[in-house]
């Protein structure tokens, strides 16, 4: 199916392990995103990326790695969770930087115990 | 001061009346401004994008841009209790450039 898709929807994971949050998005799309969604906090951008193999930071980006060796996966990996991790974890994708463009996935509610 | 701001909610209106949402920003120089509305449990999604100072209506909604005061707004006309929900505000361009940066939200509430 055409789209972004996010996977799993829910996790739950104990503090300090490490935890890998996957996004495809099937438009061929050259940016990809990652926000987190806090009460109080909105989305904050932790990673983004430009193109296959050039990923920048966010406002948030401690704690998190990504990588994209392939320009339809974005994955996001939390290297060992804590628990203010704990959140609505959002992966977006688009053509352009503009904003316009920007269509998220379903999102991904992590639990960290 | 947060990069965007949006005014304090829950707004709550009753069903007809306009509801008035409202955003100020501190970069100066961004140049793209968009509301996102995201309903509980679902993720955001685009219904207004606008670039120049003035107002852009499409259908109920209308979209206000004043970058001399650093301020968009959005106006809901004829409000639906299907319009309850979180309205985001975002911009991109100047220090941001390349992402969109999110304001905190407002959850609007319109009841019958």
């Known amino acids: 199916d055409a789209g972004i898709t996010q996977s799993p929807r829910y996790k739950i994971t104990e503090t300090g392990r490490q935890v890998t949050l996957m996004c495809h998005q099937t438009w061929s799309h050259s940016y990809m995103f990652w926000y987190r969604q806090d009460l109080g906090h909105g989305l904050r951008l932790i990673y983004y990326?430009?193109?296959?193999?050039?990923?920048d930071k966010g406002e948030v980006p401690d704690g998190y790695v990504v990588s994209r060796s392939k320009t339809e996966n974005f994955p996001l990996t939390l290297e060992s969770a804590t628990r203010s991790q704990t959140s609505v974890y959002f992966c977006a994708s688009s053509e352009w930087t503009g904003g316009a463009g920007y269509t998220f996935g379903s999102g991904t509610r992590l639990t960290v115990v | 001061q947060k990069e965007v701001e949006q005014n304090s909610g829950p707004l709550s209106v009753p069903e007809g009346a306009i509801a008035s949402l409202n955003c100020t920003y501190s970069?100066?120089?961004?140049?793209?401004f968009f509301w996102y509305r995201q309903y509980s449990g679902k993720s955001p999604e685009l219904i207004m994008s606008?670039?120049?100072?003035g107002d852009k209506e499409d259908g109920r909604f209308t979209a206000q841009l004043n970058k001399a005061s650093q301020y968009v707004s959005l106006l809901i006309r004829d409000s639906q209790p299907s319009d309850s929900a979180t309205y985001l505000c975002a911009l991109a361009g100047g220090t941001s450039y390349g992402k969109l940066t999110f304001g905190q939200g407002t959850i609007l509430t319109v009841h019958p």
């Open positions: 606008i670039y120049s100072n």
């Open positions: 990326s430009a193109a296959a193999d050039i990923t």
């Open positions: 970069d100066r120089v961004s140049q793209s």
